[in-house]
C-alpha cells in the first residue's frame, strides 16, 4: 500500500522548515520584544471546553476524538456503542458516550482555561504568547489546511485600549520584517451591536455579523441572500446597504457612523474607541502596514466584544486573511471567571508563507538548507576517526560541523555531499594533515583552498 497522509495536512522538508523557522523567529522575537511570555496547552482539551466558542459554524469544523473505550468494550455492548455513534453524526456527536475530547480548533479558548486554571498564580495584566498547530474540520483548498500553525499574543487583565495600540504596532513592526505589504482593517463589535440596535434586528446581531464577515468571498448579493435567509427584513436591509458600500478615508467613514448610530448608545461607545486608536496612530509611529477602518469587517467568533482585527497581503494574486484578532471582555466568564477582559491577534504562519512565497519575499539566504558550516572528509579510517575528533572541538567552540560517517575510495564523492547540502566548507584530513595537525580547507563558493592548521581553524570560518 502506497503511503500518503490526510487532506488538509503537509510534510516540510528541510527548504521549507528554513523558511518556516525564519517566518517563527521574527514572530516570535517581537513578541517578547513587547513582554509577552510563552506557554503551551495540550493538543487535546474536554469537548465541553471548545464548544459554544465559536458559533454554529465554528462547533461545527471541531475536530471530535472518539472515545477510545468504544474499542474496549464488551462484544455485546460494541454493536450498541455503534448505532449511537452513527446516530450522533447527526447530532455533531453530542454524546459524551461517543466523544468527550477534541482538538483545539484555536489557541484563544484554551488561553482562556489555563488563564481560569492557573488564576491565583498570574500578574495581571497577564501577556502571553503561544505557537502551536490547531486544527479544522474544514474543507481543504489552497490557503486553507486542516491543520495549521497559530501564533498568539494575548494580553488578559486589562481594559485600556492601549493594548490595541501596542498590538498594532507588533503588526507593523512584525509584518515590515517579513516586507509583506499588509492593509490591517480593523472595526469594533460595538458598533455592528449598534446597527442591529438601528435596523431593531438586536437578537440577531451574530447572524448579521457572520454574513457581513462574508462580503470579500461571496459579494454583496450573497450577503442579502444570506441576511434573508435568516430572517432580516427587506426594510433592515434597506437600512444597512449603505453602511456595506460605505468608502472614503476612516475619518469620513467615522463621520457616516456618528449620524447612522447617534440613537445607540453602544453604538456610540464603539466609535469612541475607534476614534481613540485613529488619533493615537501616529503615537506609535506605524510606518509599514496600511490602516482601513471596514465596518464590513466582523470576525465570526462568538466571543469578540470590542475592536477587532484582521490583515490581508496588499500585492499578489492570493490575499486570504493572515492575521485576525480582537477584544474579548469576558471570554473566562465562561469558565466561571467574570470581570477579566482581554485583547489578541494571531498570526496565521502557513498563509503567511504561501504569501511570501508568491512574492518571493524569502530572503536569498535562506536558501541554503544547511545548518552545517563545515563537512570534515576523509581517506581512510585512521582518518575518518580523527575527524570525529576534531569535529567535537569544533562543536565545543561552537562551530555547527559534521564529519561524513563513512569511508569512500573517491573523496568526490564526499565534495558531492557537501555540494547537495550547501555546506559552505569542506576541510580534507588525509595522513600529512593528522602529521601535521591541520586540515584542507576548501571555500565551495570561491572553489579556493589552503592548509590551516587546525588551532586557526576557528578564525577562518567564523
Not at 9 to 16: L, S
Not at 301 to 321: C, D, M, V
Request: glycine share 8%.
Amino acid at each position: 500500500m502506497k503511503p500518503s497522509i490526510p487532506r488538509g495536512t503537509r510534510d516540510f522538508g528541510p527548504a521549507e522548515m528554513q523558511k518556516r523557522q525564519y517566518i517563527f523567529n521574527i514572530v516570535k522575537t517581537n513578541f517578547q520584544l513587547f513582554g509577552y511570555a510563552p506557554i503551551e496547552t495540550p493538543s487535546m482539551e474536554n469537548i465541553s471546553t471548545l464548544t459554544g466558542k465559536y458559533g454554529e459554524e465554528g462547533d461545527q469544523l471541531i475536530f471530535k476524538i472518539l472515545n477510545s473505550r468504544i474499542h474496549e468494550s464488551k462484544e455485546e455492548k460494541k454493536e450498541e456503542l455503534k448505532k449511537e455513534f452513527n446516530a450522533s453524526l447527526e447530532k455533531s456527536y453530542n454524546s459524551e458516550l461517543i466523544t468527550e475530547k477534541a482538538l483545539r480548533y484555536d489557541l484563544t479558548v484554551p488561553f482562556a482555561r489555563y488563564v481560569v486554571m492557573n488564576h491565583h498564580n498570574l500578574t495581571y495584566p497577564f501577556k502571553r504568547y503561544q505557537i502551536q498547530p490547531v486544527w479544522r474540520a474544514d474543507k481543504p483548498q489552497k490557503g486553507r489546511y486542516r491543520e495549521f500553525y497559530q501564533c498568539d499574543a494575548d494580553v488578559i487583565g486589562s481594559n485600556s485600549l492601549v493594548n490595541e495600540l501596542e498590538l498594532m504596532a507588533m503588526m507593523d513592526k512584525s509584518f515590515s520584517e517579513l516586507n509583506i505589504p499588509v492593509v490591517i482593517k480593523f472595526n469594533n463589535r460595538k458598533i455592528l451591536s449598534g446597527i442591529a440596535e438601528i435596523l431593531n434586528a438586536s437578537d440577531q446581531i451574530i447572524d448579521i455579523t457572520v454574513a457581513i464577515d462574508k462580503l470579500d468571498k461571496i459579494g454583496k448579493e450573497g450577503v442579502v441572500k444570506e441576511l434573508k435567509e435568516k430572517g432580516i427584513s427587506d426594510e433592515a436591509i434597506h437600512k444597512l446597504e449603505p453602511l456595506i458600500d460605505l468608502s472614503g478615508s476612516n475619518e469620513e467613514k467615522v463621520g457616516v457612523l456618528n449620524n447612522f448610530l447617534s440613537e445607540s448608545e453602544i453604538g456610540k461607545k464603539g466609535i469612541e474607541e475607534i476614534n481613540f486608536l485613529l488619533n493615537h496612530l501616529k503615537t506609535i509611529a506605524i510606518q509599514h502596514v496600511k490602516i482601513e477602518l471596514d465596518i464590513t469587517l466582523a470576525r465570526g467568533l462568538n466571543y469578540y466584544t470590542g475592536t477587532i482585527f484582521e490583515a490581508k497581503a496588499n500585492a499578489g494574486t492570493f490575499t486570504p486573511s493572515i492575521l485576525g484578532g480582537g477584544r474579548y471582555d469576558d471570554l473566562t466568564g465562561i469558565f466561571g471567571l467574570k470581570g477579566l477582559s482581554g485583547v489578541g491577534i494571531s498570526f496565521g504562519i502557513d498563509r503567511i508563507y504561501d504569501v511570501m512565497e508568491e512574492l518571493n519575499l524569502f530572503p536569498e539566504a535562506i536558501n541554503n538548507v544547511s545548518t552545517t558550516k563545515i563537512l570534515l572528509a576523509n581517506f581512510g579510517e585512521a582518518e575518518l576517526m580523527h575527524c570525529v575528533g576534531l569535529v567535537s572541538k569544533l562543536r565545543a567552540a561552537g562551530i555547527n560541523a559534521e564529519v561524513y560517517p563513512d569511508v569512500v575510495k573517491k573523496i568526490a564523492k564526499q565534495f558531492e555531499y557537501a555540494d547537495k547540502k550547501q555546506i559552505p566548507f569542506v576541510g580534507v584530513v588525509g595522513s600529512n594533515e593528522m602529521t601535521n595537525n591541520t586540515v584542507m580547507l576548501k571555500n565551495m563558493a570561491a572553489g579556493t583552498q589552503e592548509e590551516v592548521i587546525f588551532d586557526k581553524l576557528l578564525e577562518h570560518l567564523k
